[in-house]
T-cell receptor, first 112, second 116 residues
């Protein structure tokens, strides 16, 4: 099955700095890579995703990059704010199908 | 457009009882997924269903756990004879199954199961 490795497990940044979270996957046929944000006690929320036909996608302060050759993708958050503090999960299709395998999560703390 | 609905939000059961968790997908979504999240851990895939069909149940324990998504009504995740290790948050997600965003999954608020 698909393995998704996520690093780092914790990340602490100062408000205004950038944060980068990286994930690797094993199945070269994977074609869809979403990122979810989960605040304490809440549901995971889809914040951005990328499909394998593009190398980068941006939405305001959030961007995702994809390197298909190296089989890794990254989440970039610029100008971080305290409300960005949460656990972020990357995911990739399980067995190239519809269900997802998730990384173990990155706990991001943005300090004022 | 209401999002994914789950109920109950909190469920307390004693060891040996049955737990029944319900999920109503977003309007227009025909694919349902169940995930389990242990405290301070990631999301683990359990089962993927379409209407009246189990597509992939490879993440679901073979014993005591079952899932269904009937033609009418919500998807049900059923856990028989619960044990303390079943205590977790159970999240349901749904996706459209067709169109450009065919596999974008949106999550419900989860059911937090506590087994005493």
């Amino acid at each position: 099955g698909e393995n998704v490795e996520q690093h780092p497990s914790t990340l602490s940044v100062q408000e205004g700095d950038s944060a980068v979270i990286k994930c690797t996957y094993s199945d070269s046929a994977s074609n869809y890579f979403p990122w979810y944000k989960q605040e304490l006690g809440k549901r995971p929320q889809l914040i951005i995703d990328i499909r394998s036909n593009v190398g980068e996608k941006k939405d305001q302060r959030i961007a995702v990059t994809l390197n298909k050759t190296a089989k890794h993708f990254s989440l970039h958050i610029t100008e971080t704010q305290p409300e960005d503090s949460a656990v972020y999960f990357c995911a990739a299709p399980k067995d190239s199908g519809y269900a997802l395998n998730f990384g173990k999560g990155t706990s991001l703390l943005v300090t004022p | 457009n209401a999002g994914v609905m789950q109920n109950p939000r909190h469920l307390v059961r004693r060891r040996g009882q049955e737990a029944r968790l319900r999920c109503s997908p977003m309007k227009g979504h025909s694919h349902v997924y169940w995930y389990r999240q242990l405290p301070e851990e990631g999301l683990k895939f359990m089962v993927y269903l379409q209407k009246e069909n189990i597509i992939d149940e490879s993440g679901m324990p073979k014993e005591r756990f079952s899932a269904e998504f009937p033609k009418e009504g919500p998807s049900i995740l059923r856990i028989q004879q619960v044990v303390r290790g079943d205590s977790a948050a159970y999240f349901c997600a749904s996706s459209p199954g067709r169109g450009i965003a065919y596999n974008e999954q949106f999550f419900g608020p989860g059911t937090r199961l506590t087994v005493l």
